[in-house]
């Protein structure tokens, strides 16, 4: 019997029981953690000792929290299995992370993503991407995953004023960073994955149950909502967007994103930094089942909601028995927290390590430790200051994903011509990134605020690409210089591929990531093939 109306958001007493011990708990793990914290470099990467599934877990939620756990569901409910291009093409653009450029990263031992530009280009670049990474976590990703927060707190607390809801998501997603740093969050990051991995699971079975037969959950999707590629003109995903938009943007992403990389670079070793990226490149994979599907049978179970985006929550709270509930909505609460976590700490390193570090102003690790502390509550009074004021700009959270695609171009073309070009110039990587990204926000304000055009985000975001690479070519070609000796080993070559390939053969193929990543691959294509 199909369920005709959404439940009560109210939580049994046993399930508000496990909601605070569970904060109560997160709380004291940062701060025993806190107190083995020595040094910046073990309160910024956790000591570099994650270990593969930490730095996994660590990826995955990075990718779960803000606007993604809900908006996946959300945009199943709205429109289809057509979000999972972000997934499959997360999956891919892992694979190819691990095998080319987290390598580089790891033995050039950088703190921070931006350092990577100083030691293939300049100081320039290096400081301008970092501030301009400063602002976009803070001003950008703060943004959402305070209002993914406030949505489902929203559910449970009605009486409660959105933005005391978002203010007390700050200051306890900053209180644990303060306390534990980027080790508390890696390990309460494994915790709240798998709770809310499991929780997927648990509601798509329950869902696919209540439908009936798998014909059921293809009748339930919108018109076309069950083809993965849809037409040129789709609104929300055109299929060549899946190649001029997804693409590019999961580069930025996965590979350049200061916030999401940190994870890696706090890995032990090389292997578990692989072994990590690859464990979350496979997870992207199920996520169809665990988030998107859910939501397009949420469609038929409840027809009508005003907003997409509250169907996880309608689902969780309606199919979770009592206790498990209130274990799950923890776990999403602190995963929502998570996101804001991350770039706090993600942001507090850059300043600290880019800024403070580099230019010599501290020195003693002590200081460096106890700045990194001051420099996350300070970011953290910021972001619940910010709270308030998002509020006024309700109609640009829709576009924040537009306004990413339109000013990190010039960034991905910098890092992947850095990488793979030995012609690129410091002062092309510079240029590039100080004057494609200032267009990008023109082109942005032109296209989603004051609508002088309308082009879909993901089309514009081939077009900023292109222009960003025929700027860097230009400027490279016109300021040709000897390369450096010191800059060659941050460039691919060909020769390090030999090189690790014989490494590699004295391996056993079960620890040969390059056969794993083979499957993997295989794996992603099958189910592309399915399911377009």
Not at 497 to 509: Q, V
Request: hydrophobic share 55%; net charge negative.
């Amino acid at each position: 019997m199909l369920i005709a109306s959404a439940p009560s958001f109210e939580l049994a007493t046993i399930d508000i029981v496990i909601v605070l011990f569970y904060i109560l708990f997160i709380l004291a793990l940062g701060f025993y953690v806190g107190r083995k914290e020595k040094s910046s470099d073990s309160f910024f990467l956790g000591g570099k000792s994650s270990t593969w599934p930490l730095v996994g877990f660590g990826l995955i939620a990075a990718n779960l929290s803000g606007t993604s756990y809900l908006g996946l569901a959300g945009a199943g409910y709205y429109d289809g299995i057509s979000v999972w291009n972000y997934e499959w093409m997360a999956t891919i653009l892992l694979i190819f992370f691990t095998i080319f450029i987290l390598p580089f990263y790891i033995r050039s031992n950088v703190q921070t993503i931006p350092e990577y530009l100083e030691k293939r280009f300049d100081s320039r670049s290096r400081y301008a991407f970092s501030g301009f990474s400063i602002f976009t976590a803070m001003f950008i990703d703060s943004a959402g995953a305070l209002f993914a927060g406030s949505i489902t707190l929203s559910l449970i607390f009605p009486e409660v004023p959105m933005w005391v809801l978002i203010v007390g998501l700050t200051f306890l997603g900053g209180i644990y960073v303060v306390m534990g740093g980027l080790r508390a969050v890696m390990i309460t990051d494994t915790i709240q994955g798998f709770l809310l991995l499991t929780a997927g699971g648990i509601i798509f079975y329950f869902c696919f149950r209540e439908l009936g037969s798998w014909q059921a959950v293809i009748e339930s999707a919108p018109e076309d909502g069950f083809k993965l590629f849809k037409p040129t003109d789709d609104d929300f995903m055109p299929w060549p967007g899946v190649f001029t938009g997804v693409l590019w943007l999961g580069i930025y992403y996965w590979t350049t994103n200061h916030v999401v990389v940190q994870k890696v670079l706090s890995a032990k070793s090389m292997d578990h930094g692989r072994g990590g990226v690859l464990f979350a490149a496979f997870i992207q994979l199920p996520f169809l089942f665990l988030l998107i599907l859910p939501g397009v049978m949420g469609r038929e179970l409840y027809p009508g909601l005003e907003d997409p985006d509250q169907i996880w929550p309608v689902l969780a709270f309606d199919f979770l028995p009592i206790g498990i509930r209130g274990l799950v909505f923890a776990a999403l609460a602190a995963a929502l927290m998570s996101s804001l976590d991350s770039v706090l700490n993600g942001a507090s390193s850059l300043v600290v390590n880019d800024f403070l570090k580099a230019q010599g102003y501290v020195k003693d690790e002590k200081r460096l430790l106890t700045y990194g502390r001051i420099t996350v509550g300070i970011l953290m009074v910021v972001a619940a200051l910010w709270a308030p004021v998002i509020f006024m700009f309700d109609g640009l959270v829709a576009y924040f994903q537009s306004f990413i695609g339109h000013i990190t171009m010039p960034v991905v073309v910098i890092y992947m011509g850095g990488l793979f070009w030995r012609g690129a110039t410091k002062e092309a990587a510079f240029y590039t990134l100080v004057i494609g990204a200032p267009i990008g926000l023109l082109a942005f304000l032109g296209n989603e605020i004051f609508d002088l055009y309308h082009m879909q985000f993901l089309y514009s975001t081939g077009i900023m690409l292109v222009f960003s690479v025929v700027l860097f070519v230009i400027i490279s070609l016109a300021t040709k210089e000897p390369l450096d000796e010191d800059k060659v080993p941050f460039i691919w070559t060909s020769q390090a591929w030999k090189n690790e390939s014989r490494e590699l053969n004295e391996k056993p193929w079960r620890k040969n990531y390059r056969i794993w990543a083979l499957v993997l691959l295989i794996l992603t294509l099958v189910m592309i093939f399915i399911f377009a």
